[in-house]
């Protein structure tokens, strides 16, 4: 199923670039987004099923890729918005949407890959894709961050494909299926703990480029800042959870050996180091898509902490990618309608949006009550479940500083979004006429309700896929 999947997006991604349309362009995206859903289904019913030898739809992948089938409809849907805002050439539509079909196609190889090599070809994949579409204007400032971009996350990648050559070592098999992550758990306890250790680190500093975390988590600051909004909610959240993916699998594999305390220490060591740098950086911080970024890190962080606390943890870590995805790409798509108005994305540029757009307003008010994780938001129970954690695991310390540093961030962002809302703009500045219909509030609307409906109303079909997700490491 997933090679006629990969096809599918193959085909639909030429005759974009080729065919240069934009009827052919709206059919072929639409025929993509159903094979999407069609496979996401498929996984469902095929849970646990291995599929062209190299892919397996376990639950984790199965619930990312039910994400990202979400987020896929959005972004096209806010990308057709945007692209016509713009004034782009037929050309640059065709090369962007190319691109954004074969990145969806080349995370959904991530979020099923069985096999080490194969994840690690889909998540280098994804770092050539999201560089173009980086560069989707052509500016100096696009051609700079998608180098800067895509230098450092393959750096990145390359260092966790080290790690992955310490493990595949071990593996007793002298064919390609031998590389598979089931093959590697079964050998994990006859693995010496150094070469276990160093491959962990490996691979977590590697794919941090990609989850957004301490140490390479660099990489997508300035990506977000030139990318278009559309890409810039794909990058804090479905390529987010792809990272997350490539350093869980070997999580895993390590929570089979005596190497996983050890492994803990270091995730909580990570954790809280990406809490500390976004309080830091979000203190000074006066570009909105920027410190949307850092909030990304700052969550990324409390993954990495929930993570490494364990029991409970683990189900909230999970669950917290899932809202944070929901809550942030609909952050970024109405950001996109406050640079609309003031034609800028700089906080010093902004004001008084209350009485410019009381609508618009009221949806950045809810936006920062959900990223802030206060109720009605997910992201307060999933913290709330992290921090239970950390205070039944003993990290009672960890847990007062992590508290306190997220007590600055909620501050840090409160005050930039009320000056948003009620600051006095700039006596030489003016509002641009707004070019933004009610239309693009869909995407946000329907983001924001369901990360609400899914906190008073939580489907049973969800955390039965986290609960299977996580049951190796009980």
């Known amino acids: 199923m997933l090679v006629y999947f990969f096809i599918l997006a193959l085909l639909c ?29 498929y996984a469902y019913i095929s849970i646990d099923q291995t599929d062209s030898l190299f892919f397996k739809f376990e639950p984790i992948g199965i619930l990312f890729s039910w994400v990202l089938n979400l987020l896929s409809y959005t972004s096209v849907y806010y990308s057709r918005i945007y692209l016509k805002q713009h004034s782009n050439s037929v050309r640059q539509e065709s090369i962007y949407y190319g691109l954004l079909i074969l990145l969806i196609a080349a995370m959904t190889g991530a979020y099923f890959a069985e096999n080490m090599a194969i994840l690690w070809v889909c998540i280098e994949a994804t770092t050539l894709f999201v560089a173009g579409l980086i560069y989707h204007d052509r500016s100096k400032i696009a051609i700079e961050a998608a180098w800067k971009y895509l230098f450092i996350t393959s750096i990145g990648v390359a260092i966790a494909f080290i790690g992955i050559l310490f493990l595949s070592i071990v593996s007793g098999e002298s064919n390609f299926t031998g590389f598979n992550f089931g093959n590697i758990v079964l050998l994990a306890k006859e693995i010496d703990p150094l070469v276990i250790k160093i491959a962990f680190v490996l691979v977590l500093t590697g794919f941090s480029a990609k989850m957004g975390v301490f140490p390479l988590y660099s990489a997508a600051i300035d990506a977000h800042t030139v990318a278009p909004p559309p890409v810039s909610a794909f990058i804090s959240t479905t390529l987010m959870n792809v990272g997350f993916l490539g350093i869980f699998r070997v999580y895993q594999i390590v929570a089979q050996t005596d190497a996983i305390g050890w492994a803990n220490n270091v995730l909580m060591l990570a954790g809280i180091l990406s809490v500390f740098l976004a309080t830091i950086q979000l203190l ?72 410019i757009s009381p609508v618009d307003s009221l949806l950045v008010i809810l936006s920062l009550v959900l990223i802030t994780a206060i109720p009605p938001s997910g ?24 508290l306190f540093l997220l007590t600055i961030i909620l501050f840090v962002i409160t005050r930039k979004i009320l000056h948003l809302l009620f600051a006095p703009q700039p006596d030489d500045y003016s509002v641009k006429p707004s070019v933004d219909s009610n239309i693009s509030l869909i995407p946000v609307l329907i983001l924001f309700a369901l990360s609400v409906y899914l906190v008073i109303f939580p489907p049973p079909v969800i955390s039965e896929l986290i609960y299977s997700a996580i049951g190796l490491l009980k």
């Open 13 to 41: 991604s030429l005759s974009i670039f080729f065919v240069k349309r934009k009827e052919v362009t709206n059919i072929l995206l639409v025929l993509f987004l159903i094979g999407q859903t069609a496979l996401s289904y």
């Open 284 to 355: 000074r911080i006066k570009h909105f898509k920027r410190m949307f970024a850092f909030s990304s890190l700052e969550h990324m962080g409390i993954v990495c902490i929930g993570i490494a606390v364990g029991g409970i943890g683990y189900y909230a870590a999970i669950l917290h990618l899932v809202f944070h995805s929901l809550v942030k790409a609909g952050m970024f798509y109405q950001i996109a309608r406050v640079n609309n108005t003031f034609n800028s994305y700089w906080i010093k540029d902004s004001g008084n949006y209350m009485k």
């Open 379 to 402: 992201l307060f129970v999933t913290e709330f479940l992290v921090f239970k954690a950390m205070f039944l695991n003993d990290n009672i310390y960890l847990a007062i500083l992590a």
